[in-house]
């Protein structure tokens, strides 16, 4: 079966960076992609980015561009998110969430890593 | 960007009834449409992808309709698990906009 397990919660200050990590297992890596979506407290579902597990292409929200890298793993079924200069209104839920569907049926996220809390604070 | 604009924001409703929630693009999108169903401390659960198609395991009561612009999502008659918030999203494109959500309370 499909599982995305991801780090665990992290509490940073300001200005600093974290790197979340979700490791897939129960289907071929490089299969499919992987997007990340953030949820603040209280707040809607924000997508982050995307990145291949195949190739390692990337695609960035405008609003994170220069501050957010996606990086992958093969040998370890891995994907990463790093978050740098980090500013309170950054503290959030992060998902990542394993991308299925075609270019006819569009793209939708049926597995989703627990979440990992980042909360950020001085 | 395109934009995702769900309405209402939130409704109330009792067991039985039917409920629908609109999703508008701000520019066409084809059938492009995602739903999810959130609970509190959850991750998100896709209902329906490419507008009308509902995913496996999820309970016919659930279905979903539109093209270009406009969707919505009904419900026909409302269970006690149903209680949620429900989001939109576009699923073609980059950025894949989430519209801001549909609280369903009792």
């Known amino acids: 079966q499909v599982q995305l397990v991801q780090s665990g919660a992290e509490v940073l200050e300001p200005g600093a960076s974290v790197k979340v990590s979700c490791k897939a297992s129960?289907?071929?890596?490089?299969?499919?992609?992987f997007s990340w979506v953030r949820q603040a407290p209280g707040q809607g579902l924000e997508w982050m980015g995307w990145?291949?597990?195949?190739?390692?292409?990337?695609k960035y929200a405008q609003n994170l561009q220069g501050r957010v890298t996606m990086t992958r793993d093969t040998s370890t079924s891995t994907v990463y998110m790093e978050l740098r200069s980090l500013r309170f209104d950054d503290t959030a839920v992060y998902y990542c969430?394993?991308?299925?569907?075609?270019?006819?049926?569009?793209?939708?996220?049926?597995?989703w890593g627990q979440g990992t809390v980042v909360t950020v604070s001085s | 960007d395109i934009q995702m604009t769900q309405s209402p924001s939130s409704l109330s409703a009792s067991v039985g009834d039917r409920v629908t929630i609109t999703c508008r693009a701000s520019?066409?999108?084809?059938?492009?449409l995602n739903w999810y169903q959130q609970k509190p401390g959850k991750a998100p659960k896709l209902l329906i992808y490419?507008?009308?198609i509902l995913q496996s395991g999820v309970p016919s009561r659930f279905s979903g309709s539109g093209s270009g612009t406009d969707f919505t999502l009904t419900i026909s008659s409302l269970q006690p698990e149903d209680f949620a918030t429900y989001y939109c999203?576009?699923?073609?494109?980059?950025?894949?906009?989430f519209g801001q959500g549909t609280k369903v309370e009792i």
């Open positions: 969430a394993r991308e299925g569907g075609t270019e006819s049926s569009g793209y939708y996220f049926v597995y």
């Open positions: 129960g289907y071929t890596f490089t299969t499919y992609g």
């Open positions: 990145i291949s597990a195949h190739n390692g292409d990337t």
């Open positions: 520019e066409s999108i084809s059938r492009y």
């Open positions: 490419a507008a009308s």
């Open positions: 999203q576009e699923s073609h494109s980059s950025p894949r906009t």
